[in-house]
Each structure stands twice: as structure tokens, then as C-alpha cells.
């Protein structure tokens, strides 16, 4: 299947992590992206993950791959307000041209 | 580069109306692809491209109609719309597979449709 599933909301508070979490079904996925979307705007690659990698740190995104639960997470540091969006988890498979996407988890940040 | 835009930003339509979606790049991209965005479903693929003259459909390809006569437009026409189509449409480019920044899809800002 081509499912890739997402918890649809998060709340946290200003200065603690964030922590998005993401399943996919394809086991020959081989990239897992996460993209950032602002109201009113298109989505804007944050980071993504090759297959072979277990975990990814860029600033305060780091990126956690469980190939074989087949789970992804995000964790973003020092969450500020500037945080609040949705967040899409994506696949896309050897060669493949066509991106899957998740439904999004929006992010919220309480002061 | 202007990079994905699309045109127009926001539309309504009646039921039964035809109208097409634009979308154009300027980074020689040869990946094009059509989204549309619901609420709590994420984006749904409608159709995508390879290259000029190539298309294949996506997720959700009825209703929807696409070419590809040149690398840099990519359209989207509806032929009778529905209020069931009534989304936010994203179209985004990327390079092909193999070729630098192959893993960085760009987004337009969107399209909002309205079918009453």
C-alpha cells in the first residue's frame, strides 16, 4: 500500500521539543522527507532521509529513521513560535517520480 | 527564477463549468505533478509528468485532465466540475532522478477553488 499515516495534531509548549511522528507501509520507500506548511502557503522542504540512514541532525531538526518499525519522527528543539504549521511526512520510492504524502500533523505552541 | 507559479490564486466556479489550472517553472525541472490539498487528508496526487509529452495519473486522476507539451507548463483541466473538487490545487516540479537536487520538491503557492 501507499499509506503513510500522521497523528493530525500536537500541542507543546514554547521552549520544549516537538516531537512528530510518522508510519509508512512501503518497504522499499527509500527516501522519507518532511516539509513545513505555513497558512496560506505552499510546503517547504525541511529535511529529508536516505533509507540507509538511521538519523539526521540539521540545527534544531533532527530526524529519526526505525527502518524496520518502519517509523519516522521529527523533533524539533527549542520549539518556537515561529513552529506553528503543518508538518507532512513524505515518501517516495527508488526512482520513483511521485512523492506520497501524509496528512499532516499540525503544530501548535502555547506560551 | 519566479521558481512554481500558479495561476489564478483563487477561483469559483458553478457546477458543470470547465476551467484549467496553471502551472508554470523556469528551473528546467523535468518532474511536475499536481496536488490537491483537503482538509485532514494530507496532499492527494492527481496526475504527475516525467517530461514533455508524458503524463500518467496519480491517486485521484477523475475529473481532471493534464499535458505536457513543454518542459516549463504543466496545466490541470477540469471538465465539469464538481462541488466535490472544490480544494486547495498545488502544483510542484523537481528535477528528475539522478540529477542534482533530485530530492527537493518546490512548491507554487496554490490555487484555491471554490464549486458551488
Known amino acids: 500500500g501507499e499509506d503513510v499515516e500522521q497523528s493530525l495534531f500536537l500541542s507543546v509548549r514554547e521552549g520544549d521539543s516537538s516531537v512528530i511522528n510518522c508510519t509508512y507501509t512501503d518497504s522499499s520507500s527509500t527516501y522519507l522527507y518532511w516539509y513545513k506548511q505555513e497558512p496560506g502557503a505552499g510546503l517547504q522542504l525541511l529535511t529529508y532521509i536516505f533509507s540507509n540512514m538511521d538519523m539526521k541532525q540539521d540545527q534544531r531538526l533532527t530526524v529519526l529513521l526505525n527502518k524496520k518499525d518502519k517509523h519516522l519522527s521529527l523533533r524539533i528543539a527549542d520549539t518556537q513560535t515561529g513552529d506553528s504549521a503543518i508538518y507532512f511526512c513524505a515518501e517516495r520510492r527508488s526512482s520513483a517520480s511521485k512523492i506520497i504524502f501524509g496528512s499532516g500533523t499540525r503544530l501548535s505552541i502555547r506560551p | ?116
Open chain 2, 1 to 116: 527564477n519566479a521558481g512554481v507559479t500558479q495561476t489564478p490564486k483563487f477561483q469559483v466556479l458553478k457546477t458543470g463549468q470547465s476551467m484549467t489550472l496553471q502551472c508554470a517553472q523556469d528551473m528546467n525541472h523535468e518532474y511536475m505533478s499536481w496536488y490537491r490539498q483537503d482538509p485532514g487528508m494530507g496532499l492527494r496526487l492527481i496526475h504527475y509528468s516525467v517530461g514533455a509529452g508524458i503524463t500518467d495519473q496519480g491517486e485521484v486522476p477523475n475529473g481532471y485532465n493534464v499535458s505536457r507539451s513543454t518542459t516549463e507548463d504543466f496545466p490541470l483541466r477540469l471538465l465539469s466540475a464538481a462541488p466535490s473538487q472544490t480544494s486547495v490545487y498545488f502544483c510542484a516540479s523537481s528535477p528528475a532522478h539522478g540529477t542534482s537536487g533530485y530530492n527537493e520538491q518546490f512548491f507554487g503557492p496554490g490555487t484555491r477553488l471554490t464549486v458551488l
